[in-house]
């Protein structure tokens, strides 16, 4: 028997049971409750979330994992319950799409299976979860009581900001250890005048795309550099890519830390729909420090003013209509945006112009450019390369073309389900012949049986052996309808090919038609994104389609995972 096994602890590593606080002794123990029962398990079915709560569901990657691939084991080992989640009501859908597979849930911790078989069952089961559920709320209560107990206080509530060292603060107990008692700020100076410097470039009119770029050491910003910031370039923020980015800079200059305020519960954390959001909220807490004091109120002042001018500027040059960063409304105009990247640094390419001729001809084209070298300079990534977006779209879409959207590929894809829905039904194409022996057979020793009552020769086992022949015979005819819907699948598969086809033709209408449909449709046939490279000859693209790959010249059929925009393979269904 196939076993996988799920282990997961939340990020507080604050659970009730001491064997729930390592994820690397869960997958352990599963591994030797599996073992002892003669199970096997693979490493590619040991599923793990670490750091995750309870009560996310759709951010939690190996359980979406694992949802994805049920038909590829029998059982699936967890310590507890609570390793699934903490939140009853998506705790039991889970459970409810993992028994509908037949796949077997077993608790190392208790020694127990989980069963559905009964009303009364499947309200334990509920009363566990609500228990669970109960548990995290009161959990996250307690915490969030003793943060606000320091906030009120000033003191660190978690994290760090830049500018600024968390000191860890000890008091005596009354046995006379050194305890902790909390965690207090403390300027750093050299990261404070960084911070000086970056409030100053602003006010003085310098953009924070011009800001970063001057950050990392671009050759073409070293005046401002050794104006602003002593011709050095400051390490950036511990988290991240490495490099200062434009919205870093930005973040910072609406900072109120800097003014000697500690906020906190400006947001907070909410449950929706199975996952976490962080949420704004009406009223927060504003503590003085005035010793933390970074940034004085007259520059403070200033560069305000600029954010809230360019603010205005922005809502008004979209009349309104927005609120915020436009691509939270709007969708990208351009086909590639988002499923490109630089090869160099990983950043994405965006679309930026250039300007051709002059006087009355001159006009502007749009290119593709990596953001990272757009945004943060040359010292970020070397790849200065610009390319033609109309040039890079055509040579996409003639890829997707000859490899994804022929009839060879559609009929590809189409045998490979088949295949799939007759793998998950557990029945091979051949089998129909085994069946109909084994059902004759059974047959002709019933008749044997009721030979012998007719003699008055019944003794029991005689009666035991017709009711096991009995039951046998009824699961072999069950098994040859399935196998019967298995061929009408094959013979079907034909139809569906066609069909297919057809769909695909409507495909390449979509990809070059509305670019939204189209970015819609590319996410669905692409199995990641593409990569631009630089090479001798200008720039090369590549990337892998859910049948191959996308740029290869001679390249064959071998792939059948579409990645949906989270990464995940999509459920067949059962």
Request: glycine share 6%; aromatic share 6%; hydrophobic share 35%.
């Amino acid at each position: 028997m196939k076993a996988a096994i799920y282990a997961r602890k939340s990020t507080n590593d604050n659970e009730r049971h001491e064997e729930n606080k390592s994820v690397a002794r869960q997958v352990d123990r599963g591994r030797a409750f599996a073992a002892a029962r003669g199970w096997t398990v693979s490493d590619e079915h040991v599923y793990v979330d670490d750091g995750i709560s309870g009560a996310e569901f759709r951010n939690r990657p190996a359980l979406l994992r694992m949802l994805n691939h049920l038909y590829d084991f029998d059982v699936v080992v967890m310590s507890e319950l609570s390793r699934l989640g903490r939140e009853m009501t998506h705790t039991n859908t889970m459970l409810g799409q993992i028994r509908a597979t037949g796949v077997r849930v077993w608790f190392y911790l208790t020694n127990d299976e989980l069963k559905l078989d009964s009303a009364t069952e499947k309200f334990m089961v509920s009363a566990v979860a609500f228990a669970a559920e109960l548990e995290r709320e009161k959990a996250s209560q307690r915490s969030r009581d003793a943060l606000l107990r320091k906030a009120e206080c000033g003191f660190n509530t978690g994290g760090r900001v830049y500018g600024y060292e968390n000191v860890a603060i000890f008091a005596t107990s009354v046995n006379g250890a050194q305890v902790k008692s909390h965690t207090d700020y403390k300027i750093n100076p050299e990261e404070a005048e960084v911070v000086r410097a970056i409030f100053a470039i602003y006010a003085d009119g310098h953009g924070t795309k011009i800001i970063a770029r001057t950050l990392n050491g671009d050759p073409a910003y070293s005046e401002l550099s050794d104006r602003y910031f002593a011709g050095t370039t400051p390490p950036p923020p511990r988290k991240g890519t490495g490099s200062w980015a434009p919205s870093s800079v930005r973040e910072m200059l609406f900072r109120e830390r800097y003014l000697g305020k500690v906020p906190f519960g400006e947001y907070r954390k909410v449950l929706r729909a199975g996952s976490r959001l962080r949420e704004k909220q009406d009223t927060h807490l504003l503590i003085d420090r005035p010793d933390l004091r970074i940034i004085d109120r007259n520059l403070w002042a200033r560069v305000q003013k600029r954010l809230n001018r360019k603010r205005e500027l922005y809502l008004a040059a979209i009349r309104g209509e927005l609120h915020g960063r436009p691509g939270a409304e709007r969708t990208s105009r351009y086909l590639l945006s988002g499923l490109m990247r630089c090869e160099c640094c990983g950043g994405s390419m965006v679309i930026t112009s250039i300007a051709f001729g002059s006087g009355r001809t001159r006009r502007r084209e749009p290119h593709y450019l990596c953001s990272y070298r757009h945004n943060r300079g040359s010292m970020v990534c070397d790849n200065g390369r610009r390319a033609r977006l109309q040039e890079v779209d055509e040579k996409v879409l003639t890829a997707i073309e000859r490899i994804a959207l022929t009839p060879t590929a559609v009929s590809y894809v189409v045998e490979k389900v088949v295949e799939r829905v007759l793998q998950a039904q557990r029945i091979s194409p051949d089998h129909s012949a085994k069946i109909e022996n084994e059902r004759q057979r059974l047959e002709r020793e019933l008749n044997r049986f009721i030979s012998l009552i007719a003699q008055g020769k019944v003794p029991d086992r005689i009666l035991e052996g017709i009711a096991i022949r009995e039951k046998r015979i009824n699961e072999l005819k069950t098994e040859r309808e399935l196998l019967k819907t298995s061929e009408l699948t094959r013979l079907d598969a034909k139809r569906i090919r066609d069909l297919a086809i057809a769909r695909a033709a409507e495909l390449k209408l979509t990809l070059y038609g509305d670019v939204t449909q189209a970015q819609i449709a590319l996410q669905q046939l692409l199995a990641g994104p593409i990569m631009f490279k630089v090479d001798e000859s200008g720039y090369r693209l590549a990337g892998e389609t859910c049948v191959g790959a996308l740029f290869a010249p001679d390249a064959t059929l071998t792939r059948i995972s579409v990645a949906s925009p989270r990464g995940f393979e999509p459920r067949l269904p059962p």
